[in-house]
């Protein structure tokens, strides 16, 4: 199946590339737009990029996988990704890695059977005065987490999953 933009990602897509003189130089927000659509960045969606840009799949593919925020494979509605930074491990990252493969009972770029949680660990998200640092998606940082507020954000997550989808293939 051939990736297209939907109509309204289509518009975003022409705003974006009006701000750069030079196509290519759209290709980070881009991918993210991409993501946003697909949940992850497909490999048809590459072919896609590439031609759209003018540059080699190669290059997209490059960058997909310099960055820790863009995804390969489907991941759960919650992508929940923990600094694992010095700072960070040095405030606490380490323990709640911890507690969360236990609670949700996955490993490291796995998964939850129901589609709700996928974890990751991230490289520095710049928030070291803040540590630890959890990003859920690409929304903003849960900051100066504790195990109880933790706790308290996973189940908040999957209060407000209700009936909408999961995973996303």
Known sequence: MAFEFTAENQTEFERILSRYPQKRAALLP??????????YVCKDAIGFIAEKLGIEPVQVYAVITFYTMFNLKPVGRFHLQLCNNISCMLLGSEKLLAH????????????????????STVEC??????????????????????????????DELR?????????QE
């Open 30 to 39: 881009t991918l993210y737009l991409v993501q946003k659509q697909h949940g």
């Open 100 to 119: 969360l493969r236990s609670r949700l009972g996955i490993g490291l770029k796995e998964t939850t059977p129901d589609g709700l949680f996928t974890l």
């Open 125 to 154: 998200l710049g928030s070291c005065g803040t540590a630890p640092v959890l990003q859920i998606n690409c929304d903003p940082y849960r900051e100066n987490l504790g195990i109880e507020e933790l706790d308290r954000l996973l």
């Open 159 to 167: 209060a407000s999953a209700g009936d909408a989808p999961a995973a």
